[in-house]
Structure formats: C-alpha cells, structure tokens
C-alpha cells in the first residue's frame, strides 16, 4: 500500500502539471494538502457505499483489543438503574464510513449490528434466537461515540474492521501513537489513489478559482 507521505507527494505532482493552470504556490502544508486527500477518499468510498459497491481489503484497518467495561442499559443519569448490563468501550471509536466486523478479540465470536433504538427492545423478543443472539451497536455520548456489546459476559476486548473517515484516526484510537504520520498506510488501492488524487486536485483548484484568501501557504507537517 502507499503511504500518506507517497500520496502527497502524488497530489503535488498532479496540481503542478494541471494543463492550462499552474499555480503559484508551490508550498503547500502537507497537512492541508492530507485534508484534501482524506476528505476526497471519503467522498470517493461513501459514493461506493452508496451504490452498493465492495471495499477492497486495502480500505479495511483492524482495531483490536478495544477495552470494554459493564454498563448499565439506563444511560441518563437521573433514570434508575435497570439491573440490566451491556458492555461499552472504555475510549471513543474513530469515525468511520463503514463497520465491516465486530468480533471478540480471539476473533472466534461474530456479532451482528443492530440500531441504537431497537437495542434496548430486543430482549422482549418473541423470538429465542433474537433474544439470545450476540449484537453490537454504538451510540453518540458526551464522550463521542461508543460500541456496546449485547448478550456477552466476562469479555473484556473486542475487535473491529472498519473503513475509517480518516485512517489516521485509527492509527492513533485510544491514545495510540504514530512516530510519523506521513509514513502510515493511507488505505486504498493504486488504482483508486489515481482517482482520489483528481477529486482533491479539482476541489482545490474550485476553492482557488472561489478566489479563496491565500491562507494556506503554510509549510508545516501533519504534526
């Protein structure tokens, strides 16, 4: 896979050779030019969503051992508690354009995605297997948004495949760190980088020709 670093430098490649424009500001910040291409990559794989299309591996970042802790299911402070328990990640998830997995942490138990507001619902089921079956799903809190695990005991990790917002943002999940961000994976294809590429080079360009204040002459690195 190519790196975020090979990407930028792909970006200024194709923003300098544009034919019938050439701009005058040859120092673009990395970080900017990072912005660009990540909001593009997510345009380009929401789209992809959108129609129905797969994800290559390429796009897919593992978060493993995602710390859980019990929870009561009564999230207000000023509702009783309910006695029943689930479990929720101690850190907030990274935002991501698509949840691909959600497994223990040995990866030999699945769990399948069921909406926030069914959630609470599903033990009156009808059904027995309903009732019984291992769910995930995740909720907007005042900490940012949290996985909760349904109809699990005495687990204490889980894992997750995700196609992230920002691949960084999973790099550095739950205090994580990365010596240098221009050396981390941006996460797609050859191929796709080539188009992603584009997007960002022609929203640039349409915010220039916006005649948007020249502010972003600033060489400074994603950290």
Known sequence: MQTIRETIFEFRKAESGRDG?????????????????NQARARYYKQKMTNNQSFNAQSVQSMNCIELVEAD?????????????WLES???LPTFIKVRSVTNDIGSDNYSYIAWNRANNIGGSRVK????????????????VKLYILNTEFMRNASMEVIADNPLEVTE??????????????H???AEIEVIVKMA?????????????????????LR
């Open 73 to 85: 299911k009564a999230q207000c402070p000023s509702t009783p508690p309910s006695g029943c328990i």
């Open 21 to 37: 424009w050439t701009s005058d500001d040859t120092s673009l910040s990395d970080q900017y030019i990072y912005s660009l291409l």
């Open 90 to 92: 101690t850190c907030e």
């Open 188 to 190: 797609t294809t050859r």
């Open 129 to 144: 297997s309903s009732r019984k079956a291992k769910y995930y799903t995740y909720r907007n809190t005042s900490d940012g």
């Open 173 to 186: 999940f739950c205090n994580g760190y990365s010596c240098d961000p221009m050396d981390q994976y941006f």
């Open 201 to 221: 080079v022609d929203s640039y360009v349409r915010l220039i020709q916006r005649a948007v204040p020249d502010i972003l002459n600033n060489d400074s690195s």
